[in-house]
T-cell receptor, first 111, second 112 residues
Framework: KAGVTQTPRYLIKTRGQQVTLSCSPI?????VSWYQQTPGQGLQFLFE???????NKGNFPGRFSGRQFSNSRSEMNVSTLELGDSALYLC??????????FGPGTRLTVL | QQQVKQSPQSLIVQKGGISIINCAYE??????FPWYQQFPGKGPALLIA?????SEKKEGRFTISFNKSAKQFSLHIMDSQPGDSATYFC???????????FGKGTLLTVNP
């Protein structure tokens, strides 16, 4: 079974721009979560989607948003990028039983 | 508020030794406790997980010990190998939240 895939793997943007990251979950998994990983804050939960509905949201500003499509693929968007948004963004999929399987992440650098 | 506290931050073990990483949690609603292993440039990989109805779970060289009354759980890696050198994260989730709260991580180095 193929794992979680994320595209792109690396991204460089400048302050004020916006960015869209994509995630394809493991086949059959309908829950997709997003996390931000930084050296200072560690792994922090952004949001979780199931059947195209956001079920849970972390403590991030409204500049961070996401969505899920009918095929369970998910995207997250960050608008008006700030230097502090530089991070590894991780997507995790779940068969809806707490177990979460992570993708390789998208490394975002904001200049 | 850090809801899951992990220690130590870093750990150096000799090949064949036992690696022990500890975590403590505050939220009594947590009922799922996984451990993840992360290599540089990779996403975290689920190693082993436990629920509060058991005090210990073993999978190969990896064992989770769980103490519900103390709100603590730990990962033991037996016969540690250089290939185990990685960052280990404990995490916790409660009910049907599907929202993992992570510890800050432990960088494990196993010397040959």
């Amino acid at each position: 079974k193929a794992g979680v895939t994320q595209t792109p793997r690396y991204l460089i943007k400048t302050r004020g721009q916006q960015v869209t990251l994509s995630c394809s979950p493991i086949s059959g998994h309908r829950s997709v979560s997003w996390y931000q990983q930084t050296p200072g804050q560690g792994l922090q939960f952004l949001f979780e989607y199931f059947s195209e509905t956001q079920r849970n949201k972390g403590n991030f500003p409204g500049r961070f948003s996401g969505r899920q499509f009918s095929n369970s693929r998910s995207e997250m968007n960050v608008s008006t990028l700030e230097l502090g948004d530089s991070a590894l963004y991780l997507c995790a999929s779940s068969p809806n039983n707490n177990e979460q399987f992570f993708g390789p992440g998208t490394r975002l650098t904001v200049l | 508020q850090q809801q899951v506290k992990q220690s130590p931050q870093s750990l150096i073990v000799q090949k064949g030794g036992i690696s022990i990483i500890n975590c403590a949690y505050e939220n009594t609603a947590f009922d799922y406790f996984p451990w993840y292993q992360q290599f540089p440039g990779k996403g975290p990989a689920l190693l082993i997980a436990i629920r509060p109805d058991v005090s210990e779970k073993k999978e190969g060289r990896f064992t989770i010990s769980f103490n519900k009354s103390a709100k603590q759980f730990s990962l033991h890696i037996m016969d540690s190998q250089p290939g185990d050198s990685a960052t280990y994260f404990c995490a916790a989730d409660g009910g049907s939240n599907y929202k993992l709260t992570f510890g800050k991580g432990t960088l494990l180095t196993v010397n040959p």
